[in-house]
């Protein structure tokens, strides 16, 4: 029996971070940027992206980080909306949803819940041999999300997807 494949994705405006993970094994990442215009149409197209992603894997789980506040209310409120595309998206194709907490995914990475984002970078590549070619820090932060989300022990992982 094949592992279960789930996808981690970090939500954001401009791009979005998505690790396909079949397992523990990363078997795809990318950063997607959809294009510039009006936000009603920038968010139907993460919701597009996300669920061709979920159509094309058939994950079993999305896994994505919980909000968290930024001192940028602009940029907070369009990270929220674009998670909530991501959200809607999943649950429209029956995926199930997985939430963690940017400390929870540091300390699953680096043990350190308030590693910088350097040290996070350092980590995933130590646990994930990628393929070398230039990375943004969206592709890194959802690799970093898939790991957290294929460490915990899957019974636990049952319990917090909903």
């Known amino acids: 029996m094949e592992a279960p494949i789930s996808i981690a994705v970090d939500p954001g405006y401009d791009r979005l971070g998505i690790a396909i993970f079949r397992g523990t094994t990363l ?3 990318e ?3 959809p294009q510039k215009g009006l936000l009603p149409d920038r968010l139907l197209a993460v919701f597009e992206h996300i669920r061709a992603t979920i159509r094309a894997h058939q994950p ?3 896994a994505i980080e919980t909000l ?3 001192k940028n209310q602009r940029t907070a409120i369009a990270v929220a909306e674009s998670r909530g ?3 809607v998206a999943a649950r429209a194709e029956g995926v199930r949803i997985a939430e963690y ?3 929870e995914v540091k300390i699953a ?3 350190v819940g308030n590693a910088p984002k350097e040290a996070v970078i350092r980590m995933v590549d130590r646990l994930v041999r990628l393929e070398t070619r230039r990375r943004l820090d969206d592709e890194y932060d959802a690799i970093a999300l898939g790991i957290c989300h294929t460490a915990r022990n899957p019974h636990t992982a049952d319990l917090r997807a909903h």
């Open 27 to 29: 078997i795809h990442s």
């Open 31 to 33: 950063c997607y940027t």
């Open 60 to 62: 079993r789980t999305l």
């Open 68 to 70: 968290f506040f930024n």
């Open 85 to 87: 595309a991501i959200i």
């Open 101 to 103: 907490s940017p400390q």
């Open 109 to 111: 990475v680096t043990g």
